[in-house]
C-alpha cells in the first residue's frame, strides 16, 4: 500500500461537544443534519504507535495521544476504506491510496476528506495530534536580531510537542518576553511552525539588558530562557500600493522600520530621465511610520522611483506618479513574471530580451469582479522609443483574479518584438482615446 505525504491547510475546529464517541457510534452530521458515522467511510482507523484514538461524531475530531518516548516528528495513518470511498489528496483529486504520513510536530492539525466515487456524499476530518509528558523546546541562539517584520523563530522543538492546537479549542502558545531590569513585558501568539515572530513593542527590548523569554504551552509548565539579547537588524521601509497619482499636496505615508526619533530619514525622486534626484526630508511619526510631508520644489510631473534612506543608507524603495492633474493616465508597473506581481508595484530596473513576454499595468485600473468580461481594446498600447526608432506594441487581455479583495482587473500582455534592436528604450502608454502617458520611471532595456 504506498504512502501518501499530504501538505494539508490547517481548518480551525472549534470543538461543539465535549462528548466523545468510538468510531462505530452514529451522531448527527452537522453539515446534513442526517445521521453520520465515520463507518460510511471506514471500516477502521488507526495511528501506528499511538496510545489512545478517539473519535467526536459531531465535529468529525480525531483525537491522537502518542506516548511520551514518541520520538518522531511524523505519524502514521492507517485508514481500511469502505467500497467505494476514495481519499481526496491536497490537489482535490481521488486516490485509493488509504495511509498518510503526516508531519504533525508544531504543524496544523491534519485535515483530510473522504467521499463515495460518485460523490454522492463526503466527510471531512480534522486530527489533532498530542504527545505526552512536558515539551522539550531548545533556544537556538541568545543574541536575536529584529526589525518591524519581527525576528526568526530562534527554537526548535525537540519533543512534547504535537499539533498545534493539540486539541481542539486549545489556545495557541504564548511567546512572552520579559525585560526584568525595567519590568517591561510583551507577548505574542506563536502559530504554527511560523518563520517570524512579530512583538507590537519589541523597540522597548532592544539593547544590552537581558531579557527573559518564556513559551507558555496550554496545561504545560513554562518553558523559560533567561540572558536573551536583542539588537536592531536592517530598517525597512515601503509604501502602500492603494495609492499610485499623488499631487504636490498630497503626504505620503511610509511604513516599516523600526525607525529611530533622532535619525534622519530623506526620500530621493528618481527616473531614467533626471541627471539630478529631488531629494526631501521624512517626518519621524512613530517606530513604524514617516511621513514626506512636502514634496520636492517644482517637481515635474511624471512616474519616479523613489528611495528611501536612514542617513546614507538606503533603506526601501516605492514607486509613485506625480500629477497635479486629476484625470491622469499612466502606467502603474511593468514586469516579467508570474502575473500575481501585479498586486505589488515593481522597483527594479526593466531588462528584457527578445521575445520576451511581460505586463504592464495602466493606471487607472479598471476593476470587476471574476466573471466580468473585460474589453482588450480599453488597454493602452505601448510606445517604445530610442532615438529615431519608435514601436508600438498591442496589448492582448491579461485578468488579474484579487481573491482576497474580491475583485479582478485587466492587465496588458506584452511581446518585446523578435527583430528590435538591442538598447535602451523610452516606455509609454498610448490610451485608445489617444492620451500619451509620461514615460515610465525606468527605461526598458533589450538586450
Given at each position: ?6 501538505l494539508?491547510l ?11 464517541k ?5 451522531g ?7 445521521p453520520?458515522a ?10 501506528t ?16 495521544s502518542m ?6 516528528n ?8 469502505n467500497?467505494?470511498?476514495?481519499l ?9 491510496d ?6 504533525f510536530?508544531?504543524n496544523?492539525?491534519l485535515?483530510?476528506?473522504?467521499r463515495d466515487?460518485?460523490d ?10 498530542e504527545?505526552g509528558?512536558?515539551?522539550k523546546?531548545e533556544l537556538?541562539t541568545k543574541?536575536?536580531?529584529v ?14 510537542v504535537?499539533?498545534i ?11 512572552k518576553?520579559?525585560n526584568?531590569k525595567?519590568?517591561f ?11 517570524n515572530?512579530?512583538?507590537?513593542s519589541?523597540?522597548k527590548?532592544?539593547?544590552p539588558?537581558?531579557v ?5 504551552f496550554?496545561?504545560?509548565n ?10 536592531r537588524?536592517?530598517p ?11 499631487s ?5 505615508f511610509?511604513s516599516?522600520?523600526?525607525?529611530l ?17 529631488a531629494?526631501?526630508?521624512l517626518?519621524?511619526?512613530s517606530a513604524t ?9 517644482n517637481?515635474?510631473d511624471g ?6 534612506h ?17 484625470t ?10 508570474d502575473?500575481t506581481?501585479?498586486?505589488?508595484r ?8 527578445k521575445?520576451?513576454?511581460?505586463y504592464?499595468?495602466p493606471?487607472?485600473?479598471e476593476?470587476?469582479s ?5 474589453d ?5 498600447a505601448?510606445r517604445?522609443?530610442?532615438?529615431a ?6 496589448p492582448?487581455?491579461a485578468?488579474?483574479?484579487?481573491a ?8 496588458g ?8 534592436a538591442?538598447?535602451q528604450?523610452?516606455v ?7 492620451t ?12
Open positions: 500500500m504506498k504512502k501518501l505525504t499530504f494539508l490547517f481548518i480551525s475546529a472549534a470543538c461543539l461537544s465535549n462528548c466523545k468510538d468510531s462505530n457510534e452514529l448527527p452530521d452537522p453539515d446534513t443534519g442526517k453520520f465515520p463507518i460510511q467511510f471506514l471500516r477502521s482507523f488507526d495511528v504507535d499511538s496510545e489512545k484514538v478517539t473519535f467526536d461524531s459531531v465535529t468529525k475530531n480525531y483525537q491522537i506516548p511520551e518516548s514518541y520520538q518522531s511524523s505519524a502514521e495513518l492507517k485508514m481500511s476504506l467500497k467505494n470511498v476514495v481526496i489528496d491536497s490537489l482535490g483529486k481521488a486516490t485509493t488509504s495511509t498518510i504520513t503526516y508531519n510536530k508544531g496544523p492539525p485535515s483530510f476528506t473522504l466515487k460518485e454522492k456524499f463526503a466527510g471531512t476530518f480534522t486530527v489533532y495530534f504527545i509528558g512536558e515539551p523546546v537556538l543574541t536575536i536580531t526589525n518591524t517584520n519581527g525576528f526568526k523563530t530562534p527554537f526548535k522543538f525537540v519533543s512534547g504535537g499539533t492546537p493539540a486539541r481542539p479549542g486549545q489556545a495557541a502558545p504564548i511567546i518576553l520579559t526584568p525595567t519590568g513585558t510583551d507577548q505574542t501568539t506563536y502559530n504554527q511552525n511560523q518563520d515572530i512579530v512583538f507590537e519589541i523597540d527590548l532592544v539593547g539588558d537581558p527573559t523569554m518564556e513559551v507558555l496550554a496545561d504545560k513554562p518553558i523559560k530562557f533567561e540572558g536573551v539579547t536583542f539588537t537588524g536592517e525597512i521601509s515601503r509604501i502602500s500600493d492603494s495609492k499610485f497619482v499623488y504636490t499636496k498630497d503626504s505620503v511610509i516599516g522600520g523600526y525607525f526619533p533622532s535619525t534622519k530619514y530623506t526620500v530621493k525622486f528618481t527616473n531614467d530621465f533626471v541627471k539630478t534626484p531629494t526631501a526630508a517626518k519621524y511619526v511610520n514617516l511621513n514626506l510631508e512636502k514634496f520636492p520644489a517637481i515635474p512616474s519616479y522611483l523613489l528611495t528611501f536612514e542617513g546614507e543608507k538606503q533603506i526601501g524603495k516605492g514607486a509613485i506618479y506625480v500629477s497635479n492633474v486629476a491622469t493616465k499612466g502606467i502603474e508597473s511593468i514586469w516579467k513574471g502575473l506581481l501585479a498586486l505589488t515593481n522597483v527594479e530596473p526593466l531588462t528584457f530580451k521575445g520576451d513576454t511581460f504592464a499595468k493606471s487607472p485600473v476593476y470587476g471574476s466573471n466580468t468580461s473585460f482588450v481594446a480599453k488597454l493602452p505601448l517604445l522609443k530610442s532615438g526608432t519608435t514601436v508600438d506594441l498591442k492582448a487581455l485578468v488579474v483574479n484579487w482576497t479583495a474580491g475583485v479582478s482587473y485587466p492587465v500582455r506584452y511581446v518585446v518584438p523578435a527583430n528590435l538591442a538598447g528604450y523610452e509609454y502608454a498610448v490610451f485608445p482615446d489617444k500619451v502617458s509620461k514615460p515610465y520611471w525606468a527605461k526598458l532595456r533589450v538586450n
